[in-house]
């Protein structure tokens, strides 16, 4: 798919509307065009013969003229504004819902923080340059060519002189443009290295005071920022070059009017209005010039924007999805099935993360899964949801190949709480809440309390209602990972996966959620990631996983006298319990 090509949609829609624009331009230039050859008949009728009468008629002709080409700039103005805003609003909007139905796998390739700088700097880019092009890029070539017209309309002696200057200043643009493009492309490039450093640093800033790395990433800025401020010196550089040798050429040919307009007017050839009027035009046409430069600069800045935007709307969905949504499975109990499943996130042919898993959890089933750290304990529990593809084998849920249920409908009936608890910016009961909408505050209470989490909430001075800062900065890990926990259980879904959410948490209180949640656990599939024995000991299976295979399953009595590598692990955290 072509990068441009998601452009299409707004071009459709906005059309009319720029046409209309254009339209206006077109009388604010005609206008603007008008101007000088009026001051001329004054000065050459009016002033020349003496006529007040006249001169008081062209005035007013222009006062009219001038008014009519205020009102034509003020309503493109309006139009333009109104366009870029519904364009940029739009834009960003479809880019947000396409981010938000992107896969994990897509999401990985993107890398998530420059998404943030597409959906927010990139569209203002393409923004700025809609309504630009719709403001002045219109009327740049209108001016150009429309006082070139006027110019050889109004006198065509003095015409001559355009003849050796536009090709110098043709000239001039197309050398700049060759040059100035890649450097302005390179500027823009540079900018994006120096935000990507800043933002690597925001949010890394706790680990980066605590190793004293201070230094390490201000090289790190400082490098980007040189590089940053080489490549704008370099564009600016070219920049001055032109606007003054546009300018000298201008104003040359401007020298060059006077002279020959002045021995026209010895002879009798030339009236002096023209002079003035013939000037006049060529400053509009250094105008004009002027503004072509600007919009180029825009242009280039949106053009990289244009590239980023479009790479997120090039990405497609790698899921598989069924079309037809009456042959969707229901779920309802909550059986999990992995049939030789192979998996791996750069798809096949990359590295194997899973081999061959085979394992099936029955519903009111606790199943423990135990291994070392990169044995592959999340990725496989992260296939359940179908956060990503299995490249071989099967997932089944009550019997049912996952990619044959309606992914909304499978993730409603799965509660997950994720290895590094995630909180939202809003109240401890927003939170909870997420896991059910409509909950209850006895509900949010009630899940808390196993969650072991209730106690917490209440100490604190606004209870349920306290906020909670962006990711939940101002909360323990242990705490951060309770909340988790209870907006996983609010849901009362058919699966619970539970990855290695107690690790923050002290065995006291690890044992008393596990009292809860033996209780609430009895109807419904339960997998448990856990890095401590303790979390899993009393499971009805616990599967040890290895460099991506199961390598053993079974109670704990078990796997003691089957696995070597279950008694190490439990030689190794004897003592801890
Ligand atoms: C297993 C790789 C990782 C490791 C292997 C999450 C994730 C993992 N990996 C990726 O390439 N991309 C990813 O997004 O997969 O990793 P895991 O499944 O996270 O292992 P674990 O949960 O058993 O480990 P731990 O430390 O949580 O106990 O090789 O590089
Ligand atoms: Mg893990």
């Known amino acids: 798919m072509n990068t441009w090509v998601f452009l299409h949609k707004y071009r459709i829609k906005y059309w009319k509307q720029f046409w209309l624009a254009a339209a206006f331009v077109t009388i604010e230039t005609t206008c603007d065009l008008l101007q000088p050859t009026i001051v001329s008949k004054i000065i050459d009728i009016g002033v020349a013969d003496r006529r007040p009468d006249y001169i008081l008629s062209q005035g007013a002709l222009m006062v009219l003229i001038t008014a009519l080409g205020a009102l034509a700039a003020s309503i493109r103005n309006v139009i333009a504004s109104k366009v870029s805003q519904n364009f940029g609003s739009e834009l960003r909007g479809d880019l947000y819902e396409k981010i938000q139905m992107l896969s994990f796998t897509n999401i990985d390739n993107l890398n998530r923080t420059s998404l943030v700088t597409r959906l927010t700097n990139d569209v203002n880019q393409v923004q700025l340059l809609v309504n630009s092009l719709m403001r002045i890029s219109l009327k740049a070539p209108l001016l150009c060519i429309g006082s070139l017209i006027m110019a050889i309309n109004l006198n065509p002696h003095l015409a001559v002189i355009l003849i050796f200057i536009v090709p110098i200043i043709l000239l001039l643009i197309v050398i700049t443009i060759k040059v100035g493009f890649p450097r302005f492309a390179q500027v823009q490039t540079a900018l994006d290295q120096v935000n990507a450093v800043m933002r690597e640093y925001l949010s890394g800033i706790r680990v980066v005071k605590a190793f004293k790395q201070f230094e390490y990433e201000q090289e790190k800025f400082a490098a980007a920022n040189q590089e940053l401020q080489g490549k704008s010196v370099g564009a600016i550089r070219l920049m001055s070059v032109f606007s003054p040798s546009i300018a000298l050429t201008v104003n040359l040919g401007i020298v060059m009017v006077l002279w020959l307009g002045g021995l026209g007017v010895n002879t009798g050839q030339i009236q002096v209005g023209h002079i003035i009027a013939f000037i006049n035009y060529m400053s509009q046409i250094l105008v004009s010039l002027m503004i072509v430069f600007l919009i180029f600069n825009n242009f280039v800045r949106a053009k990289a924007s244009v590239i ?35 998996f791996s996130y750069a798809g096949l042919g990359g590295p194997t993360v899973l081999r061959d898993i085979n394992l099936t959890c029955l519903p009111g089933q606790t199943v423990g899964i135990i291994g070392a750290t990169g044995a592959g304990k999340t990725s496989l529990v992260n296939l359940i949801p179908r956060f990503y593809e299995v490249t071989a084998g099967f997932v089944k849920v009550d019997g049912h190949d996952i990619t044959e249920i309606n992914p909304g409908q499978l993730r409603d009936k799965i509660a997950l709480v994720p290895q590094q608890a995630v909180l939202f910016t809003g109240t401890i009961m927003d939170n909870i809440r997420w896991g059910k909408e409509n909950a209850t505050a006895q509900e949010v209470a009630a899940a808390a309390k196993l969650a072991a989490a209730h106690d917490f909430i209440i100490s604190f001075p606004e209870g349920y209602n306290t906020k909670l800062g962006q990711g939940g900065v101002n909360l323990s890990g242990g705490q951060k990972q309770r909340l988790a926990i209870a907006r996983a259980l609010i849901r009362k879904p058919a699966i619970l996966i539970l990855d290695d959410c107690t690790s923050a948490i002290d065995i006291v209180t690890e044992e008393k959620i596990k009292q809860a949640l033996n209780e609430y656990a009895s109807q419904l599939t339960c997998l448990v990631v856990a890095q401590r024995i303790s979390t899993v000991l009393d499971a009805d299976k616990i599967a040890v996983m290895e460099g991506g295979t199961i390598t053993a399953c079974g109670t704990h009595t078990e796997l003691l006298q089957t696995s070597n590598v279950y008694c190490e692990i439990v030689q190794s955290q004897r003592g801890r319990r």
Do not use: L
């Not at 935007?309 to 992995?338: L, M, S, T, Y």
């Open 308 to 342: 980023r935007i479009g790479e997120v709307f090039k990405q497609h969905n790698d899921a598989k999805w069924i079309i037809n949504h009456f042959a969707f499975q229901p779920v309802n109990k909550g059986r999990i099935d992995f049939e030789n499943v192979s």
